[in-house]
């Protein structure tokens, strides 16, 4: 299934993008099943998957990809936990080395948009960067959970761009500041659920900028692996149901470009990752 957070009128909702691609519409589960699971965060949370299949069969979509307003898949986590340097090629480029042990940081839900919604160009900034990333959405919480049964822990999948404020984010040792001003970000267009994208499957990432291919790389690629990532973090965190691990980004940011690329109002940032969807979010000058 393709899960996803919405509005319609101004009133949030969840439900299903429908067909092959999700392109045949919007199925509103929310509507459907509200009573017992009021968004998508509640859904993942009580396993409710069988009732989501269920009301999604022989259901008319409720209304096109056009009439809806995407919100980030999950607009309400209790925890965004990002991965930094988790691609050799990434490492390369920033002048870093590999760490044992995950590099990690936070970001706080109001840094990020929906797909098509505008990433943010900041008043104090003009070096917004893209960071094209796969998003781990967590469907079974737990805590020291074991690399051997971590795939049991994923609900689904989705794009993340994991925009980053240059400047301020390596003004310091530290990168919270450069990595959380609202809507600096994009999560979406929604997940994909682990009965489409099986444990261990590759998965392709890949940034455009305006149309222009910026990065790719393969989960095969990752440094720490989704497993021992979720292995990882849950030792000092409970992970629980709608937690996001955002997996870290492959080489070819724009900050690390001779001449430095920066997203500036009027581009396009597409995120694509195969199997799931691809995220598309307008580039706007915060007024």
Avoid at 38 to 64: C, E, M, Q, R, W
Avoid at 109 to 115: E, F, K, M, R
Wanted: proline content about 7%.
């Amino acid at each position: 299934m393709k899960l996803m957070s919405f509005s319609v009128a101004g009133k949030a909702s969840w439900g299903a993008a429908v067909g092959a691609t999700g392109a045949d519409g919007v199925v509103d589960l929310g509507k459907r099943l509200g009573k017992d699971f009021p968004d998508l965060k509640t859904l993942i949370a009580g396993n409710g998957y069988a009732a989501a299949k269920a009301a999604l069969a022989g259901a008319s979509p409720d209304y096109k990809l056009s009439d809806v307003t995407f919100l980030p898949v999950i607009p309400n986590p209790e925890k965004i936990i990002c991965v930094g340097l988790n691609y050799a090629d990434h490492v390369v480029e920033t002048n870093r080395e590999k760490t044992e042990d995950p590099a990690l940081f936070v970001r706080w839900p109001n840094s990020q948009a929906g797909h098509l919604q505008p990433m943010l160009v900041p008043l104090e900034s003009t070096h917004l960067d893209y960071e094209g990333e796969i998003a781990v959405i967590i469907g079974k919480g737990g805590r020291r959970i074991k690399e051997a049964d971590a795939y049991n822990h994923v609900a689904g999948y989705a794009p993340y761009n994991d925009g980053s404020v240059r400047d301020l984010q390596w003004a310091t040792t530290q990168w919270t500041t450069g990595k959380n001003f609202p809507t600096t970000g994009a999560f979406g267009p929604w997940m994909t659920t682990t009965d489409e994208v099986p444990a261990d499957t590759v998965l392709t990432l890949i940034t455009r900028l305006n149309g222009k291919e910026m990065q790719r790389a393969t989960t095969q690629m990752m440094i720490h692996s989704v497993p021992r990532l979720i292995a990882f973090i849950s030792n000092f965190t409970e992970l629980v149901p709608g937690d996001v691990i955002v997996s870290g980004t492959p080489g070819g940011v724009g900050g690390r470009k001779n001449p430095p690329l920066w997203m500036k109002d009027g581009d396009i940032c597409e995120i694509e990752i195969d199997k799931v969807g691809v995220l598309r979010t307008p580039i706007k000058n915060e007024k």
